[in-house]
C-alpha cells in the first residue's frame, strides 16, 4: 500500500546477500502489508522484518517467508548429526561449523543445543562481514528452533550481551529471522507472551534505532505504523527505561528519516502526539518535537485535546514540558484558567506577567495545590520562578491577599517583605504564612525578623508554636531570651514540633538546652522532645543510671549510633523481648551490655539485630564476632546481622563459596573504610572463587561481586570492557588508577554508549554516577548540546553534588577565553534569572556573566544578596565563582556582612586566610554557619575564622564548640583549651584522638570533670570514651576494674607512658571480650614495646599466643636514653660507670647458671 505524496521505494540492487524488499523477483519474500491482516504480531513483523535502509548501511538486509530450503542450502556443505551433538556437549567448537551448515541441517538436530548457544554463534560470526551472508540462512535456523528452547537461548544471549555493543549488521541479520520465528508463537499477539520476547531476549539487537528504516523502505503506510505505536503503547509500562528510550528512537527515526513535512501529519487529526508517539513522549527532547514539525504544526498538536488529556497523565522531561506548556500559552489571550493543573507547574514567567489581582491569586491557589514546592525536589524552582512573576505584579499584600498565596508566599523576595508588606499585614496573616512550606533561611529571617522589630511578642508556647515554618527566621539571641517554660510548652504542641526538623544545629541546641534545664529526669525528657530534636540531646543527658526508661518512648524516636550506646545497657536489662526494640535503640549495641545478658539472650539479641536490619560499626561489629564465635564457628551465619561477612572468609561460611560472596556483595561496605586491607582481602578470596581467568570480569561474575566491583584496579577495569561500567556507576568514587581506566575504557567507543562525540543527554543520565572521573578531555568531545539537555532535564534526578555539576558546566567553557561583546537582554540579571537554578548555563563563556553582574540594578543586586546562599549552590563553575567573587569583593571592599558569610560554601576555594581575618565573626551562630557550609573549609580557612571569632572576645561555648567539632578541635591551641568551660563539654560531641598529646591531655582532664557525677555509672566509659587518649595511668587502672570491654584500636591509641605502666592483668581487664585482637598487635608499636617490659609467664596466662616479654631468669636490659657526652651532667655519667661492673657481674651470673 502506497501512501498518498509518496513516491514508490525503488528496489535496491546488490550480492545475493543484499536483496531488495520489492520486485518481481522477490514477491513471494516481501508480501504487500495489508491493514487487514489482524493481530499485534503482524504489527511487530512491521516493526523488525530486519530490512535496513539504504541511508544507514548501504545495504538491505531484508527477506521473508517463505524460504525454498532446497535452493537456499543446495550448495551447502552437511553437517552431520554428530557434529552437532558434539557441538552441544561442548566437544567441538561451534566455529567449526558456518551458520549455513547450521541453517540447513536438520531441525530436530538443533534441539540438543544448549541456551548458551547463540552467544558462541555470535563469537564465531561477529569478525565476518554480515553483507557476505544471506539473510534467508537466519530465516531458516530460527525457524528449527523450538520456541520455547529459543527463548531460553535468547534469554542467555540477552544476558551476556546487554552490556556489550552488538554490531546493527549482525542486529539486523539475527532479527530477520527471529522475528519469523516469533510470530508463529501462539499467542504472540497478547502481552503475556510477547514480553518475554521483546523484554528478555531482544534487547540487545533492539539498540539501534535505524532498524526502523526497514518500514521506509516497505513503504508502510501510517495507518499501518499508527496501529504499531498503538501496540507498543500498550505494554510501554511493563518495559524498562532503556527498552522505553529503544524503542522512541526507532520511533522517531521512522517519522523522521524523509524530514518533517512527511511525518504522518494528518489534516483530519491533531492527535499527532497520541496517535504516532503515545507515552514514549515522555523521552522526546525540545528539540525532537522541533524536528516533528515547525511551531504552528506543534501548537495545534499541544492544543489538541486528545493529546493534553494524555500528556497530563505522562512525566515529560522538564525542558519538554516548559515548551509543550509554552506551545499552550503562546496564542493570543490564551486563557490561563482553562490550562490543565499539570501544566501550571511550567508556566513561563512571561505568561502571568499581566494578570490582574483577581487573576493571579487564582493561578497562586492552583500552584499551591499542584505543584511539589519541596526544596531540594528536581524542578522545584520553575513553580517558585513563576510565583515570583506572579507577585511581582501584585500592589496590595493585605492580609487576606497574604493568606490566599499559600505556596505561592515562597515567590515573596525579601526586599519585598522588607520594603512592601505592613508588619500589622504580617501578624495578622501569620496563621496562614506559618503553614507554608518551604521558605528559604532568608525569607524566614525577614519575615521573623520585621515582625519582631515591630513588637510582636513571644509569651508563651502558643505564640512560639504560631510561628510554624518561620521557626527557623528566629536567631539564637531570641531562643536565649525564651524561658525554658515556653520552649516547654511550645514542643508539646503538634503545630511546633512538626516544624523544628528545618532549624539548624545550632538553633536545635539551644531549644534542647531551654528543654532539660526545665526537665529533671531523662526518662521525662525522652518524652518530652519530638523527634526532629531528639538527635540534637547530648549524650550525657541520657544516663538514666538508677533510674528505669521507658522503653517505648525510647522505641518512638530516633538516635544516633553514640546516643543509643548510652542507654543500651539500660535497656536490655530492661526489655525481656529484644524484638521490641527498635532498629534506631538496638544501633547502640555495646560490648559491655551485650556480655552482661547471658549466652542465650545474646543469640537472640543478635538475631533480632538481623531482622531489623541494624547498621552497626566496625568495632561494633568486631566485638559481635568475637562473642558470636566465642565457642567455634556457628553454621547459621544466615540469622546474624549480614555485615559480620565482611569479616569472614569463605572456609567459614557453611553454603559455598558464591553465596558468601553474593552475601558480602548485599553487606553494607561502608563499615570498612576504603583503605581497609580486608576489602583487598575479600575481593582476591571471591575471584579466586568465581574462578576469574584473567583480567576480564563477565556479567554473571559481576552480580555476584556486588560492591566488590568497586574494589577491582585499573587492569580488570580495562579487560573488561564496557560491562563493568553500569556496576560501577553506583561506586561513588574510585582511586586515581580506576578513574584513568575508566577513562580510557570510555574513550575508547567500544562499549554499548559508543565514542563520547556520540552521546546523547539520555547517555549521560545512564553515565551519571561515572560523570565526576570523565575529566576535561572526554567532556570536550561530548556534545554540547547533549550536555546541556542533560543538565536541564537530567542533572537533578542524579546523586551529583553542586561540585560534581559545576565541573560538568566547566567543560562547556570554551578552552580560549574570548572577551564578551557586553550583556545581551535576554541574559540580564534579573530576579527571574536568579530564580533559576539553571543560571550558571546560560552565561558561556564566563565572561558573559562578568558582563552581566556589571550591568546589575540596585534592586536586582539586593535579591542577589539575600538569596545568595540559595544562588551559590546553583552549579557555577570555578571561574564563574571567580566571578561571582570578584564581584563581591568590589562590593563590600571592608569585608563581608555576616548574612553574606553564611553563604561562602561554593566560594571556600577562592579565600584566603587573610581575607577571613578581617570579617566581623562576632556570634557562635556565624561561626557555626561558616564551619558547617559545604564543603566544609580546609584548615587553614577554619582556623582563621576561629582565631578571628576568639579575637572579638567571642567565648568557646557549647554552640562554638559544637560548630567546630571534632574535625577542628585540633586547630585549637593550649591557651584556647584552657579556657574552656568543663560544662561545656557535656553538650558537645568531640574526639580528640587525631590530636596532640598536649591537646588530648588537657581535654581529657575538662571532660573528666564535667562527667564526673557519672563517674561510677556503666555510662560513663562511652562519655569518657573519645577523651582516653590523654588518660594517666592511674585512671586506665581504675577503668579496668570495671568490665568495659575496650576496643583493640583505642588501646593502641592511649598515652605511650600510661599504656607502659599497665600490668598483662590490667590489660585484660579493660579488653574483656577483645583481647584475642591484641596477638595481631604483637609485631607493631606500641603492643610490641608494652610485651617486651612484661614477663612472659604473665603474657602466657592471657591465653592468646603473645610473645616478645622476658624470660624467667633473665635481666631485660633496656638501653637508656642519654644525651650526648658534651651535654650530660658529669654526675650521670660518673653513675653509669659506678654500675656498670655489678651489671657485667650480673650479666656474666645468669649466663653460667642458666
Same mark, same amino acid.
Given at each position: 500500500?502506497?501512501?498518498?505524496?509518496?513516491?514508490?521505494?525503488?528496489?535496491?540492487?546488490?550480492?545475493?546477500?543484499?536483496?531488495?524488499?520489492?520486485?518481481?523477483?522477490?514477491?513471494?519474500?516481501?508480501?504487500?502489508?495489508?491493514?487487514?491482516?489482524?493481530?499485534?504480531?503482524?504489527?511487530?513483523?512491521?516493526?523488525?522484518?530486519?530490512?535496513?535502509?539504504?541511508?544507514?548501511?548501504?545495504?538491505?538486509?531484508?527477506?521473508?517467508?517463505?524460504?525454498?530450503?532446497?535452493?537456499?542450502?543446495?550448495?551447502?556443505?552437511?553437517?552431520?548429526?554428530?557434529?552437532?551433538?558434539?557441538?552441544?556437549?561442548?566437544?567441538?567448537?561451534?566455529?567449526?561449523?558456518?551458520?549455513?551448515?547450521?541453517?540447513?541441517?536438520?531441525?530436530?538436530?538443533?534441539?540438543?543445543?544448549?541456551?548458551?548457544?547463540?552467544?558462541?554463534?555470535?563469537?564465531?560470526?561477529?569478525?565476518?562481514?554480515?553483507?557476505?551472508?544471506?539473510?534467508?540462512?537466519?530465516?531458516?535456523?530460527?525457524?528449527?528452533?523450538?520456541?520455547?528452547?529459543?527463548?531460553?537461548?535468547?534469554?542467555?544471549?540477552?544476558?551476556?550481551?546487554?552490556?556489550?555493543?552488538?554490531?546493527?549488521?549482525?542486529?539486523?541479520?539475527?532479527?530477520?529471522?527471529?522475528?519469523?520465528?516469533?510470530?508463529?508463537?501462539?499467542?504472540?499477539?497478547? %502481552?503475556?507472551?510477547?514480553?518475554?520476547?521483546?523484554?528478555?531476549?531482544?534487547?540487545?539487537?533492539?539498540?539501534?534505532?535505524?532498524?526502523?528504516?526497514?518500514?521506509?523502505?516497505?513503504?508502510?503506510?501510517?495507518?499501518?505504523?499508527?496501529?504499531?505505536?498503538?501496540?507498543?503503547?500498550?505494554?510501554?509500562?511493563?518495559?524498562?527505561?532503556?527498552?522505553?528510550?529503544?524503542?522512541?528512537?526507532?520511533?522517531?527515526?521512522?517519522?523522521?528519516?524523509?524530514?518533517?513535512?512527511?511525518?504522518?501529519?494528518?489534516?483530519?487529526?491533531?492527535?499527532?502526539?497520541?496517535?504516532?508517539?503515545?507515552?514514549?513522549?515522555?523521552?522526546?527532547?525540545?528539540?525532537?518535537?522541533?524536528?516533528?514539525?515547525?511551531?504552528?504544526?506543534?501548537?495545534?498538536?499541544?492544543?489538541?485535546?486528545?493529546?493534553?488529556?494524555?500528556?497530563?497523565?505522562?512525566?515529560?522531561?522538564?525542558?519538554?514540558?516548559?515548551?509543550?506548556?509554552?506551545?499552550?500559552?503562546?496564542?493570543?489571550?490564551? %486563557?490561563?484558567?482553562?490550562?490543565?493543573?499539570?501544566?501550571?507547574?511550567?508556566?513561563?514567567?512571561?505568561?502571568?506577567?499581566?494578570?490582574?489581582?483577581?487573576?493571579?491569586?487564582?493561578?497562586?491557589?492552583?500552584?499551591?495545590?499542584?505543584?511539589?514546592?519541596?526544596?531540594?525536589?528536581?524542578?522545584?524552582?520553575?513553580?517558585?520562578?513563576?510565583?515570583?512573576?506572579?507577585?511581582?505584579?501584585?500592589?496590595?499584600?493585605?492580609?487576606?491577599?497574604?493568606?490566599?498565596?499559600?505556596?505561592?508566599?515562597?515567590?515573596?523576595?525579601?526586599?519585598?517583605?522588607?520594603?512592601?508588606?505592613?508588619?500589622?499585614?504580617?501578624?495578622?496573616?501569620?496563621?496562614?504564612?506559618?503553614?507554608?512550606?518551604?521558605?528559604?533561611?532568608?525569607?524566614?529571617?525577614?519575615?521573623?525578623?520585621?515582625?519582631?522589630?515591630?513588637?510582636?511578642?513571644?509569651?508563651?508556647?502558643?505564640?512560639?508554636?504560631?510561628?510554624?515554618?518561620?521557626?527557623?527566621?528566629?536567631?539564637?539571641?531570641?531562643?536565649?531570651?525564651?524561658?525554658?517554660?515556653?520552649?516547654?510548652?511550645?514542643?508539646?504542641?503538634?503545630?511546633?514540633?512538626?516544624?523544628?526538623?528545618?532549624?539548624?544545629?545550632?538553633?536545635?541546641?539551644?531549644?534542647?538546652?531551654?528543654?532539660?534545664?526545665?526537665?529533671?529526669?531523662?526518662?521525662?525528657?525522652?518524652?518530652?522532645?519530638?523527634?526532629?530534636?531528639?538527635?540534637?540531646?547530648?549524650?550525657?543527658?541520657?544516663?538514666?543510671?538508677?533510674?528505669?526508661?521507658?522503653?517505648?518512648?525510647?522505641?518512638?524516636?530516633?538516635?544516633?549510633?553514640?546516643?543509643?550506646?548510652?542507654?543500651?545497657?539500660?535497656?536490655?536489662?530492661?526489655?525481656?523481648?529484644?524484638?521490641?526494640?527498635?532498629?534506631?535503640?538496638?544501633?547502640?549495641?555495646?560490648?559491655?551490655?551485650?556480655?552482661?545478658?547471658?549466652?542465650?539472650?545474646?543469640?537472640?539479641?543478635?538475631?533480632?539485630?538481623?531482622?531489623?536490619?541494624?547498621?552497626?560499626?566496625?568495632?561494633?561489629?568486631?566485638?559481635?564476632?568475637?562473642?558470636?564465635?566465642?565457642?567455634?564457628? %556457628?553454621?547459621?551465619?544466615?540469622?546474624?546481622?549480614?555485615?559480620?561477612?565482611?569479616?569472614?572468609?569463605?572456609?567459614?561460611?557453611?553454603?559455598?563459596?558464591?553465596?558468601?560472596?553474593?552475601?558480602?556483595?548485599?553487606?553494607?561496605?561502608?563499615?570498612?573504610?576504603?583503605?581497609?586491607?580486608?576489602?583487598?582481602?575479600?575481593?582476591?578470596?571471591?575471584?579466586?572463587?568465581?574462578?576469574?581467568?584473567?583480567?576480564?570480569?563477565?556479567?554473571?561474575?559481576?552480580?555476584?561481586?556486588?560492591?566488590?566491583?568497586?574494589?577491582?584496579?585499573?587492569?580488570?577495569?580495562?579487560?573488561?570492557?564496557?560491562?563493568?561500567?553500569?556496576?560501577?556507576?553506583?561506586?561513588?568514587?574510585?582511586?586515581?588508577?580506576?578513574?584513568?581506566?575508566?577513562?580510557?575504557?570510555?574513550?575508547?567507543?567500544?562499549?554499548?554508549?559508543?565514542?563520547?562525540?556520540?552521546?546523547?543527554?539520555?547517555?549521560?543520565?545512564?553515565?551519571?554516577?561515572?560523570?565526576?572521573?570523565?575529566?576535561?578531555?572526554?567532556?570536550?568531545?561530548?556534545?554540547?548540546?547533549?550536555?546541556?539537555?542533560?543538565?536541564?532535564?537530567?542533572?537533578?534526578?542524579?546523586?551529583?553534588?553542586?561540585?560534581?555539576?559545576?565541573?560538568?558546566?566547566?567543560?562547556?567553557?570554551?578552552?580560549?577565553?574570548?572577551?564578551?561583546?557586553?550583556?545581551?537582554?535576554?541574559?540580564?540579571?534579573?530576579?527571574?534569572?536568579?530564580?533559576?537554578?539553571?543560571?550558571?548555563?546560560?552565561?558561556?563563556?564566563?565572561?558573559?556573566?562578568?558582563?552581566?553582574?556589571?550591568?546589575?540594578?540596585?534592586?536586582?543586586?539586593?535579591?542577589?544578596?539575600?538569596?545568595?546562599?540559595?544562588?551559590?549552590?546553583?552549579?557555577?563553575?570555578?571561574?564563574?565563582?571567580?566571578?561571582?567573587?570578584?564581584?563581591?569583593?568590589?562590593?563590600?571592599?571592608?569585608?563581608?556582612?555576616?548574612?553574606?558569610?553564611?553563604?561562602?560554601?561554593?566560594?571556600?576555594?577562592?579565600?584566603?586566610?587573610?581575607?577571613?581575618?578581617?570579617?566581623?565573626?562576632?556570634?557562635?551562630?556565624?561561626?557555626?554557619?561558616?564551619?558547617?557550609?559545604?564543603?566544609?573549609?580546609?584548615?587553614?580557612?577554619?582556623?582563621?575564622?576561629?582565631?578571628?571569632?576568639?579575637?572579638?572576645?567571642?567565648?568557646?561555648?557549647?554552640?562554638?564548640?559544637?560548630?567546630?567539632?571534632?574535625?577542628?578541635?585540633?586547630?585549637?591551641?593550649?591557651?584556647?583549651?584552657?579556657?574552656?568551660? %568543663?560544662?561545656?563539654?557535656?553538650?558537645?560531641?568531640?574526639?580528640?584522638?587525631?590530636?596532640?598529646?598536649?591537646?588530648?591531655?588537657?581535654?581529657?582532664?575538662?571532660?573528666?570533670?564535667?562527667?564526673?557525677?557519672?563517674?561510677?555509672?556503666?555510662?560513663?566509659?562511652?562519655?569518657?570514651?573519645?577523651?582516653?587518649?590523654?588518660?594517666?595511668?592511674?585512671?586506665?587502672?581504675?577503668?579496668?576494674?570495671?568490665?568495659?570491654?575496650?576496643?583493640?584500636?583505642?588501646?593502641?591509641?592511649?598515652?605511650?607512658?600510661?599504656?607502659?605502666?599497665?600490668?598483662?592483668?590490667?590489660?585484660?581487664?579493660?579488653?574483656?571480650?577483645?583481647?584475642?585482637?591484641?596477638?595481631?598487635?604483637?609485631?607493631?608499636?606500641?603492643?610490641?614495646?608494652?610485651?617486651?617490659?612484661?614477663?612472659?609467664?604473665?603474657?602466657?596466662?592471657?591465653?592468646?599466643?603473645?610473645?616478645?616479654?622476658?624470660?624467667?631468669?633473665?635481666?631485660?636490659?633496656?638501653?637508656?636514653?642519654?644525651?650526648?657526652?658534651?651535654?650530660?651532667?658529669?654526675?650521670?655519667?660518673?653513675?653509669?660507670?659506678?654500675?656498670?661492673?655489678?651489671?657485667?657481674?650480673?650479666?656474666?651470673?645468669?649466663?653460667?647458671?642458666?
Amino acid at each position: 500500500m502506497q501512501r498518498p505524496g509518496h513516491a514508490p521505494v525503488p528496489p535496491s540492487k546488490g550480492a545475493r546477500g543484499a536483496r531488495a524488499c520489492q520486485g518481481p523477483a522477490r514477491a513471494q519474500t516481501c508480501p504487500e502489508m495489508s491493514p487487514l491482516l489482524p493481530g499485534l504480531g503482524f504489527l511487530l513483523l512491521l516493526l523488525l522484518l530486519g530490512c535496513q535502509g539504504a541511508a544507514a548501511a548501504g545495504t538491505q538486509l531484508c527477506s521473508s517467508s517463505p524460504v525454498n530450503e532446497s535452493a537456499v542450502c543446495a550448495s551447502v556443505p552437511s553437517a552431520s548429526q554428530e557434529q552437532l551433538l558434539e557441538v552441544s556437549q561442548g566437544r567441538r567448537s561451534p566455529c567449526s561449523l558456518s551458520f549455513a551448515q547450521l541453517a540447513c541441517a536438520q531441525g530436530a538436530w538443533l534441539q540438543d543445543l544448549q541456551d548458551d548457544f547463540l552467544s558462541s554463534l555470535y563469537s564465531c560470526l561477529a569478525s565476518e562481514p554480515s553483507t557476505a551472508l544471506d539473510p534467508e540462512y537466519s530465516i531458516l535456523f530460527f525457524s528449527k528452533y523450538d520456541a520455547r528452547k529459543l527463548l531460553g537461548s535468547l534469554t542467555e544471549f540477552s544476558h551476556q550481551f546487554s552490556r556489550v555493543p552488538v554490531s546493527l549488521e549482525w542486529s539486523l541479520v539475527f532479527l530477520n529471522g527471529l522475528w519469523e520465528r516469533m510470530l508463529q508463537v501462539p499467542g504472540i499477539g497478547t %502481552p503475556p507472551v510477547l514480553l518475554p520476547w521483546l523484554h528478555g531476549g531482544l534487547q540487545p539487537l533492539l539498540g539501534h534505532p535505524e532498524v526502523f528504516g526497514c518500514l521506509r523502505a516497505k513503504d508502510v503506510s501510517c495507518e499501518q505504523f499508527q496501529l504499531l505505536v498503538a501496540a507498543l503503547d500498550g505494554i510501554y509500562s511493563q518495559l524498562s527505561v532503556q527498552e522505553q528510550r529503544n524503542l522512541y528512537a526507532g520511533i522517531k527515526h521512522f517519522l523522521t528519516q524523509r524530514g518533517p513535512s512527511q511525518s504522518c501529519h494528518s489534516p483530519n487529526s491533531t492527535a499527532w502526539f497520541r496517535n504516532f508517539l503515545g507515552s514514549f513522549l515522555e523521552h522526546a527532547t525540545v528539540e525532537d518535537l522541533q524536528l516533528f514539525g515547525d511551531e504552528a504544526t506543534l501548537q495545534k498538536f499541544a492544543r489538541d485535546p486528545v493529546n493534553m488529556e494524555m500528556v497530563g497523565n505522562l512525566t515529560l522531561l522538564r525542558e519538554t514540558a516548559l515548551y509543550y506548556t509554552l506551545l499552550l500559552t503562546s496564542a493570543p489571550a490564551f %486563557p490561563l484558567a482553562s490550562l490543565p493543573d499539570r501544566f501550571l507547574c511550567y508556566l513561563s514567567p512571561g505568561a502571568v506577567a499581566n494578570l490582574s489581582t483577581e487573576e493571579a491569586l487564582g493561578v497562586a491557589q492552583r500552584l499551591g495545590r499542584s505543584c511539589p514546592w519541596s526544596r531540594g525536589v528536581p524542578g522545584a524552582s520553575l513553580e517558585l520562578q513563576v510565583a515570583s512573576s506572579l507577585l511581582r505584579n501584585l500592589e496590595d499584600f493585605s492580609p487576606a491577599v497574604l493568606a490566599a498565596l499559600g505556596q505561592a508566599a515562597l515567590g515573596l523576595s525579601v526586599s519585598r517583605i522588607q520594603e512592601n508588606i505592613p508588619e500589622e499585614h504580617l501578624e495578622a496573616a501569620l496563621p496562614a504564612l506559618g503553614r507554608v512550606r518551604g521558605w528559604r533561611d532568608e525569607q524566614a529571617r525577614a519575615v521573623v525578623s520585621k515582625l519582631l522589630q515591630s513588637g510582636h511578642q513571644i509569651l508563651d508556647g502558643q505564640s512560639l508554636a504560631q510561628l510554624g515554618t518561620l521557626v527557623g527566621g528566629l536567631n539564637s539571641s531570641t531562643l536565649w531570651s525564651l524561658s525554658p517554660e515556653v520552649v516547654l510548652e511550645a514542643v508539646q504542641l503538634p503545630a511546633f514540633a512538626q516544624h523544628v526538623d528545618t532549624l539548624p544545629r545550632a538553633l536545635k541546641g539551644i531549644l534542647v538546652e531551654k528543654l532539660s534545664s526545665r526537665v529533671a529526669h531523662p526518662s521525662e525528657l525522652v518524652r518530652l522532645i519530638p523527634s526532629a530534636l531528639a538527635s540534637s540531646i547530648p549524650k550525657s543527658l541520657l544516663v538514666f543510671g538508677e533510674e528505669k526508661p521507658n522503653v517505648q518512648d525510647l522505641n518512638d524516636k530516633p538516635w544516633t549510633r553514640e546516643q543509643a550506646a548510652m542507654f543500651f545497657s539500660d535497656v536490655v536489662k530492661a526489655e525481656p523481648d529484644f524484638s521490641r526494640l527498635s532498629q534506631s535503640v538496638l544501633q547502640g549495641f555495646t560490648c559491655a551490655a551485650a556480655s552482661a545478658v547471658g549466652a542465650e539472650r545474646f543469640q537472640e539479641l543478635a538475631r533480632v539485630m538481623r531482622k531489623k536490619k541494624v547498621k552497626l560499626g566496625q568495632d561494633q561489629l568486631s566485638c559481635l564476632l568475637r562473642m558470636v564465635t566465642l565457642h567455634g564457628i %556457628p553454621q547459621d551465619w544466615d540469622t546474624y546481622p549480614q555485615d559480620l561477612l565482611l569479616f569472614l572468609s569463605p572456609s567459614d561460611y557453611a553454603g559455598n563459596c558464591s553465596q558468601f560472596f553474593i552475601n558480602v556483595g548485599k553487606a553494607n561496605k561502608d563499615v570498612l573504610p576504603r583503605e581497609d586491607p580486608q576489602r583487598q582481602q575479600l575481593l582476591l578470596e571471591a575471584l579466586e572463587c568465581l574462578g576469574v581467568p584473567g583480567t576480564q570480569i563477565n556479567h554473571t561474575s559481576a552480580e555476584i561481586l556486588g560492591w566488590l566491583v568497586c574494589e577491582l584496579d585499573g587492569d580488570y577495569i580495562r579487560g573488561s570492557g564496557g560491562s563493568l561500567l553500569k556496576d560501577l556507576s553506583h561506586c561513588g568514587s574510585f582511586l586515581p588508577e580506576q578513574e584513568e581506566a575508566i577513562r580510557d575504557v570510555l574513550s575508547s567507543g567500544n562499549t554499548t554508549f559508543g565514542p563520547p562525540s556520540a552521546w546523547s543527554a539520555f547517555t549521560l543520565s545512564e553515565l551519571s554516577g561515572l560523570i565526576p572521573v570523565l575529566g576535561a578531555s572526554i567532556l570536550q568531545q561530548i556534545p554540547k548540546k547533549a550536555v546541556t539537555t542533560w543538565l536541564r532535564n537530567f542533572a537533578w534526578d542524579s546523586h551529583l553534588s553542586r561540585e560534581e555539576l559545576a565541573t560538568v558546566i566547566g567543560g562547556l567553557l570554551p578552552r580560549r577565553h574570548k572577551r564578551a561583546e557586553g550583556c545581551s537582554a535576554k541574559l540580564e540579571i534579573t530576579k527571574t534569572m536568579l530564580d533559576d537554578e539553571l543560571m550558571p548555563t546560560y552565561y558561556i563563556p564566563e565572561e558573559l556573566l562578568r558582563a552581566c553582574l556589571q550591568n546589575i540594578s540596585q534592586e536586582n543586586y539586593l535579591y542577589l544578596e539575600n538569596d545568595l546562599s540559595n544562588i551559590l549552590n546553583y552549579p557555577f563553575s570555578n571561574p564563574q565563582l571567580a566571578i561571582v567573587k570578584e564581584y563581591l569583593d568590589e562590593r563590600y571592599p571592608n569585608g563581608y556582612p555576616e548574612k553574606v558569610l553564611s553563604a561562602m560554601g561554593p566560594l571556600l576555594p577562592l579565600l584566603t586566610p587573610e581575607e577571613i581575618s578581617t570579617w566581623n565573626m562576632s556570634s557562635a551562630d556565624t561561626l557555626a554557619a561558616f564551619l558547617k557550609t559545604q564543603p566544609q573549609p580546609s584548615d587553614s580557612l577554619a582556623s582563621a575564622a576561629i582565631k578571628r571569632y576568639l579575637e572579638l572576645g567571642n567565648a568557646l561555648n557549647a554552640t562554638a564548640l559544637d560548630a567546630i567539632g571534632t574535625k577542628y578541635v585540633c586547630l585549637l591551641n593550649a591557651t584556647d583549651l584552657k579556657a574552656i568551660n %568543663p560544662s561545656s563539654l557535656k553538650l558537645v560531641s568531640l574526639n580528640p584522638s587525631a590530636c596532640s598529646q598536649e591537646t588530648k591531655n588537657i581535654l581529657y582532664q575538662k571532660a573528666k570533670e564535667a562527667f564526673s557525677d557519672q563517674h561510677h555509672s556503666p555510662a560513663y566509659y562511652e562519655l569518657i570514651l573519645p577523651y582516653l587518649g590523654g588518660a594517666p595511668a592511674a585512671d586506665l587502672k581504675v577503668l579496668s576494674k570495671d568490665d568495659v570491654n575496650m576496643n583493640v584500636s583505642t588501646f593502641v591509641t592511649l598515652r605511650r607512658d600510661s599504656l607502659m605502666l599497665l600490668t598483662p592483668a590490667e590489660v585484660q581487664g579493660l579488653l574483656g571480650v577483645h583481647l584475642p585482637g591484641l596477638a595481631r598487635w604483637q609485631s607493631r608499636a606500641p603492643v610490641r614495646d608494652w610485651a617486651a617490659l612484661q614477663k612472659q609467664s604473665e603474657l602466657d596466662e592471657l591465653h592468646i599466643g603473645l610473645t616478645g616479654g622476658v624470660q624467667e631468669g633473665y635481666i631485660n636490659l633496656v638501653t637508656p636514653k642519654f644525651p650526648a657526652m658534651s651535654s650530660a651532667p658529669l654526675g650521670t655519667v660518673a653513675m653509669v660507670f659506678h654500675l656498670l661492673p655489678a651489671l657485667l657481674l650480673s650479666f656474666l651470673t645468669v649466663s653460667i647458671l642458666s
